[in-house]
Structures are given as structure tokens and as C-alpha cells.
């Protein structure tokens, strides 16, 4: 996959740039392997690894790293949907039966997919460290949901899918 960058502003206030610290502290942990040395312990399931049979995603942690992460960039947070937690579980169910990115379905804002990753965190760092990711991340909508498949026959593994809605 191919990705090109693009320039972000930081908005300054002071409520954006202690998330900002305390999101690049728990990122910064999770590119060196989980810990590293900033004391700062990325939360359980942030770093739970999906890659083995009854593994359940905490979706409350991993929006809420995707909302640090929106409020970092000025953007307000996505309420959870049980709905379209369910979408992309659907989503992410087939995306790891079949090995094939599914399409965008209608209504949604966006679709963040991604395979291989074995935490949260890592994949998360995936779309972050993405422009085109990242853009999606920060784009707009009100709710999100988010899911986890792991295939142990499949090329990757684990398949992720993050959905954004209205």
C-alpha cells in the first residue's frame, strides 16, 4: 500500500497539548516493543494480543485511543455505536475468511482496514503513522465502531476494521 504525506497543524491550547503528551508518551511505549522506557503503560486492551483463539477486543480502549488521538488534532470524539460495532465485525468476520479488503458500505463516512497486526496498539500506530489513515481518523462523523477477526488459516492473522458514521 502506498501513502503520501500530509502536513498537519497543531492546535495549541493547552487541554490539546497535554493529550497530545500523554497519547505520544502511550504510542511512543507501544513502537518500542510495549513499554519502553517512559513509564507510561499502555492500557491491557491496547496491548491484549488478538493473535489466538478466544481473544476479545476492548472496544471502549480502542476508540478511546482513536478520540485522544482526534482531540490531539482539534476533532471531537466518536461515540460509540453498537451498530456499527456490529458492521464492522461483520466486516472484519469477512475481511479474514475471504483475505480480501472488503468495500466501504453505503452510509458510512469511513473505513479504516488492516491485517497482520496483533494488538490494538500496533495497528493503531498503522493508521496513525498513514496520512491517508490519519486523515481518516480525523475526518468527520459522530460515532464509530470497531472490530477484531483472527483467522489463524489466513495470510495475516488478524484482520482490524475501524467504521465511522453520522
Known amino acids: 500500500m502506498t ?3 500530509t502536513p498537519r497543524r497543531f ?4 487541554p490539546h497539548i497535554a493529550v497530545a503528551l500523554l ?8 513502537s518500542m516493543g ?9 492500557a491491557p486492551g491496547l496491548s491484549a494480543r488478538m493473535d489466538q483463539p478466544g481473544a476479545s477486543l476492548d472496544r471502549a480502549q480502542a476508540l478511546g485511543i482513536v478520540n485522544a488521538y482526534r482531540a490531539t488534532n ?7 455505536d453498537t451498530g456499527l460495532d456490529g458492521t464492522a465485525q461483520a466486516l472484519a468476520n469477512q ?5 480480501t479488503p472488503p468495500k466501504t458500505p453505503q452510509g458510512l463516512r469511513v ?8 494488538t490494538f496498539a500496533e495497528t493503531f500506530s498503522g493508521w496513525r503513522n498513514n496520512p491517508a489513515d490519519a486523515a481518516g481518523l480525523t475526518s468527520a462523523g459522530s460515532k464509530a465502531g ?10 495475516y492473522g488478524v484482520y482490524w476494521v475501524l467504521v465511522v458514521g453520522d
Not at 492546535?11 to 493547552?14: D, I, K, R, Y
Not at 497519547?23 to 507501544?30: E, I, K
Not at 482539534?74 to 460509540?80: D, E, M, Q, R, T
Request: aromatic share 6%; glycine share 16%.
Open 3 to 5: 501513502h503520501t504525506a
Open 11 to 14: 492546535a495549541g491550547t493547552l
Open 23 to 30: 497519547t505520544a508518551a502511550a504510542l511512543a511505549g507501544c
Open 34 to 42: 510495549g513499554g519502553g522506557s517512559t513509564g507510561i503503560a499502555l
Open 74 to 80: 482539534g476533532i471531537a470524539p466518536l461515540a460509540p
Open 95 to 99: 475481511y479474514a475468511q475471504t483475505g
Open 111 to 118: 473505513m479504516k482496514l488492516s491485517a497482520g497486526y496483533a
Open 146 to 155: 470497531v472490530a477484531m477477526a483472527f483467522n489463524p488459516a489466513s495470510s
